[in-house]
């Protein structure tokens, strides 16, 4: 006896009937191996042991596969929109994460780009000083070679530095 005409084709009953139709053809080739091998009375009971299957099926996210879904609701009614409500309250959670992750890492660069702008400032400003002071170039030669071999690293490095 087939369906009934007009009748709607539930979602998964064809994944199930080719796992039906796959159980079959599996049970039929080890009826026919087995066949003249082993006395008749043992054949059924290889073949149970042998069809029968691990099924694991995966799915990630926070949402379960629609099929377990309506199950879900089927057991409490309700759970549907209550997961789809987590699911939801989980994505804006996770949105304001990854927002406050950039705002921490532009202020870090930010802090960087100043404290080694100030750096590079106090080294010439103590250049300077150390030339009017000592009035010998070197001391200030030092300061000025530290503050540019500080900037040039910091270019070639770039964005791409650590």
Partial sequence: MGKPPGRPHAPGAETDDRQTTSV???????????????AKREIPEVKRRLTQLVVSEQ???????????????????????????????NLEHNIDMDQQVVRAEVADRTLGMYLGASLFGLLIVGAFAALFVTKTPVIPGLFLGTAAIGGVVAFIKGRNGK
């Fill in 59 to 89: 799915f990630s996210g926070p949402m379960p596969h629609p099929k377990y879904l309506r199950e879900y609701d089927d057991i409490l009614p309700g759970a549907t929109e209550r997961i789809l409500a987590m699911a939801e309250r």
């Fill in 24 to 38: 079959v053809r599996i049970e039929n080739e080890i009826e026919r191996v087995l066949e003249g091998k082993l």
